[in-house]
Each structure stands twice: as structure tokens, then as C-alpha cells.
């Protein structure tokens, strides 16, 4: 990864769609685009954050490949810090990667997964967990996933962590000093303030690393198992958690034989449900493997 070139990746999901973006970054980004983009107004240089239609030609050949909207962004402005082109184009796989064909031609290389978020990391433009949160944001499978994710790519853990690292700061000046000056003892008073910070800080640090079992469960999700003795409605409130009748329900006990799983949300937070066979001892030997599942 050389972080002084150019990279280019088609920056929407896969298959077709009304529109489908090109994102190119790097020092190079509007040379290599004006090789191939074409403005109407035939203005010589994009005006900064602003949307611009025209079209994308082949320079080989001169062929309209396109009509998109071509927007620069300037560096240090824009998501990576360096200079970014995005292209709108239309969302046909074909036309998009024609397109991405030609920005690579002359002298873009593909982005490796991930690297525009590891730039605009690397340019300080995102802390890392902002950066960490932008894949969270992007694999949200809730409205409460994306909101938590969304406060957390707009810098609240950092704000959180802030003043600690404020003291740590702190701590280490004071002791820096003391062992640059060592003819100077540290006073007796001086020791117990730095003892009282830190622990101020241990202390802030605990109560974040305590929610972090909230946050892997609202980020990862978790597995719930309905149990308990046959025929007492596991199936109907399967049934109503999950919005659907996936379980068969009848007045029969040892309806329900195999483990049945299901994908849903409570309370935003993603969940895999499991309804199983009711817990009995039985002669039915196949009762009895869904009971040991």
C-alpha cells in the first residue's frame, strides 16, 4: 500500500441501481479524471465542492461512454484529506466498470478494501474509532445499530475518552520533568495529587470498559433460546417475536422436533432466535435427538 498514489473502487453496493459512484483519491485524482471527463462548459479546472454534469469518453477512441456528475473535493477537505473526484454515474455494472476501467488506464490503481477509510485515518481526518465505527454504520442491520454507530463515527467515544487522556497527559509531563530534574524531589504533596489522578483516571476507564458488553451485544447480536416443558406456547411466542408463522403450532405436545432458527430485532439490538423441542423424557427416538439438540 503506497499511500503517495492514486486508488479508485466503485463506492456503491454490487448489482444495478439508478446510480452507482467511482470514488478516486490521491495527488493525481483530477489529472486522471480530465482525461476522460468532458464538461459542457468546457470550464479548464472543477469548482471545488460542487456538482458538475458532463460526460466520460474514451481518449483512445473518443467514444461517449456516459453522462454522470463529476464532483472534486479538494485537500485537505474531503473524506481521505487528499484530493477526491467522485463520479455519478449511471448504476450498470457494465458502464461502471468501463468507467473504473478507464480512470485505471491512466494511472489509478484499484483501492484495497478498506483504504479510503485507512487514509482519511492516516490524514487524521477520523480517529480510529471513528474509522472502526464506519464499518459499523455500514454493516447495521437496525435503526438503533446505525444510530449508535453514527454517534460514534461523529467522535462521542472520543469526546468520552478526551479528559482522561487530558490527565495521562498531564501525569506524564510531571514525571518527565521529575526525572529530567532529579536533583528536585517530588514533595510528598505532589506525589499524593498525581496518586488522586490516576486514580481518576482508572476510574473513568472502568466505567467505559463497562459498557463495552452492551456494545458488543447491540453490534454483534446474540443467540436466544425459547425452552422449557412441551406444549406451553414456545412456538406461538417464537411466532410472535419473530412476525411470522415459521413454527407449526398445534395442541400436540412434541410438535416441534428440530431447532428452528429465525433472524430479528428487540429493541434494535439483532437477534437469532431458537425455538426448540419441548424438554421431556420420551420413547420417540426422534423426539428425543430434537430434545438432546
Do not use: W
Request: glycine share 8%; charged share 20%; with cysteine.
Amino acid at each position: 500500500m503506497n499511500r503517495g498514489d492514486t486508488i479508485a473502487a466503485i463506492s456503491t453496493p454490487p448489482g444495478r441501481g439508478g446510480i452507482g459512484v467511482i470514488r478516486i483519491s490521491g495527488p493525481l485524482a483530477l489529472e486522471i479524471t480530465s482525461h476522460i471527463f468532458r464538461s459542457p462548459s468546457h470550464a479548464p479546472s472543477p469548482a471545488p465542492n460542487r456538482a458538475q454534469f458532463g460526460q466520460v469518453v474514451d481518449p483512445e477512441t473518443g467514444e461517449h461512454v456516459d453522462d454522470i456528475i463529476f464532483t472534486f473535493y479538494r485537500a485537505p477537505h474531503s473524506y481521505t484529506g487528499e484530493e477526491v473526484v467522485e463520479l455519478s454515474c449511471h448504476g450498470s455494472p457494465v458502464i461502471l466498470r468501463r468507467v473504473l476501467a478507464l480512470v485505471t488506464g491512466n494511472g489509478a490503481r484499484i483501492a484495497e478494501p478498506g483504504e479510503f477509510t485507512f487514509r482519511a485515518f492516516l490524514n487524521r481526518r477520523l480517529d480510529l474509532s471513528q474509522a472502526l465505527a464506519v464499518k459499523d454504520l455500514i454493516s447495521a442491520q437496525t435503526e438503533y445499530q446505525a444510530r449508535v454507530a453514527a454517534r460514534q463515527m461523529g467522535g462521542a467515544l472520543s469526546k468520552r475518552l478526551a479528559p482522561a487522556k487530558q490527565k495521562l497527559v498531564e501525569i506524564i509531563v510531571h514525571l518527565e520533568s521529575s526525572v529530567e530534574f532529579v536533583e528536585d524531589d517530588i514533595s510528598p504533596e505532589a506525589i499524593s495529587t498525581l496518586l488522586a489522578q490516576l486514580n481518576y483516571v482508572i476510574a473513568d476507564l472502568i466505567e467505559i470498559a463497562r459498557s463495552f458488553s452492551l456494545g458488543k451485544f447491540v453490534k454483534e447480536g446474540f443467540d436466544l433460546a425459547i425452552i422449557g416443558r412441551p406444549n406451553v406456547g414456545k412456538s406461538s411466542v417464537f411466532n410472535r417475536l419473530v412476525g411470522a408463522d415459521r413454527a407449526i403450532v398445534t395442541e400436540l405436545p412434541g410438535t416441534t422436533r428440530d431447532p428452528l432458527y429465525e433472524s430479528t430485532s428487540i429493541s434494535g439490538v439483532p437477534v437469532r432466535l431458537i425455538d426448540t423441542a419441548g424438554i421431556r423424557e420420551t420413547t420417540d427416538l426422534v423426539e428425543s435427538i430434537g430434545v438432546t439438540r
